[in-house]
């Protein structure tokens, strides 16, 4: 028999893989290597090896290893080779025994679960594959390799972003869109999708348009997250839209899901086929991800930037009026739960002066403050409403703004409009000659601006001269 590259000749394989001593009944499982060489010899093929006694009991895998819990793989059972021969990736030189080149595609431990002469079921902890694996005999050298199907976790705290700036190293981040939309997770096996929110409520039911995300992703069995939206009429995410949904009555859910669908942006994949993804980087996720083709009437893979493209992502994002873009490093793993600086959050914020119409009673540790502002903007018919700002201030900025307003207090609201019964409730309103400059979001469809926060006073702005920005 020709030598191995070590120089070692394989061990006989007359008595098969079953030849080791199997575990006595109520023993711990056994722990050894395993290792899964990509052999480019004649044809190509993965060789499968198993420490057990000493040696490394080998399959070949014409096709791989399997991914997909529903499609098994032929495994031909092929000579022991020495422990040695685990480390090896390198060319053998032609003429000799498997010549060819070789390289190691994963390795680490294993767990025996079951070995006998028909088959051969572990666990597998490696970079790869992790998980459970099963090879059962089909003939004498024939075998089959299965993956098994693993529970899903019954929930993951989605990983959040925290605020900040565009990277200053551009080429180590991946860029999204930051959706306008419901965060939700989507557990998804045996043809079904089950949703939780951020705060890991089952919100299934309230989108049944998504029931068929389970059937897309077929026989597998996979983790997303993502984010539910509702598109406007620009087919672009409107988080008006999609409060009509978030609030809905059990009984309007039909009826508002043909009047106002939802689609489902999968931006993440967290488990797939009973390996957890958590420790791959951020670029691998997303690899595999990309490869499940989500792309449905109702549920999409949106894209995902790289190359030193976060200031041309940011400005599709403004372009398209959304909140801003998430920056992620590629090399990240998933934290869940945590609000990590692998994940920023880069917000499209624009600015505005406003007039100040009134204030709304603090509470708290603003108790006899303001703790917000009623503000407004100049239309066609006078001073219209456009919501209140109730953060930005510093200590100083409360008490100046308090000296300022407290002497322009007067009876009757100076907005045009009416003002929402929530945000009247308790106003005191104030003659209209202040101008304060705020930071926010957007814009709502009611004329109402979205997170608005405080920048300034700004005496030297005419309020009558306020009026809404493009």
Known sequence: MPATPDGQRPAAAGAGPGAGAAPAPGEPASAGIFVVQEHHARR???DFRLERDGVLVSW????????????????VHTEDHPLEYASFSGEIPRGEYGAGAVTIWDHGTYQTVKWDDREVKVFLHGSRLTGGYVLFRTGDDSWMIHRERLPLPDRIEPMLARPGDLP??????????????????????????RLLSRTGQDITSGYPELGGLGAAVGRRQAVLDGEIVAMGADSWPDFERLQQRMNARPAAVARLA???PVTYLAFDLLHLDGRPLLDEPYRARRALLEELALQGARWQTPPSFTGEAGADVQAVSRQHGL??????????R???????GSWR??????????????WKPGEGQRAGQFGSLLIGVQGPGGLEYAGHVGTGFSQQALDML???????????PPFAGAVPPEHARRAVWVEPVLVIEVSFTGWTQAGRMRAPSYQGLRTDKDPAEVTREP
């Open 44 to 46: 190509l093929h993965w």
């Open 60 to 75: 070949a895998l014409p096709k791989g290893v399997p991914d997909d819990p529903g499609v098994n793989h032929l495994a």
């Open 168 to 193: 200053a190293d551009d080429g180590s981040w991946a860029y999204e869109m930051k959706w306008d939309g419901l965060r939700a997770l989507a557990f998804i096996g045996g043809g079904r999708a």
């Open 258 to 260: 043909e009047s106002v």
């Open 323 to 332: 909140e801003g873009i998430v920056a992620k490093r590629l090399a990240s």
């Open 334 to 340: 998933y934290e869940p739960g945590k609000r990590t």
């Open 345 to 358: 959050k880069v917000k499209n914020l624009r600015r505005q002066e406003v007039v100040v119409g009134g």
């Open 402 to 412: 308090w000296q300022r307003l407290t002497p322009l207090r007067r009876a009757a």
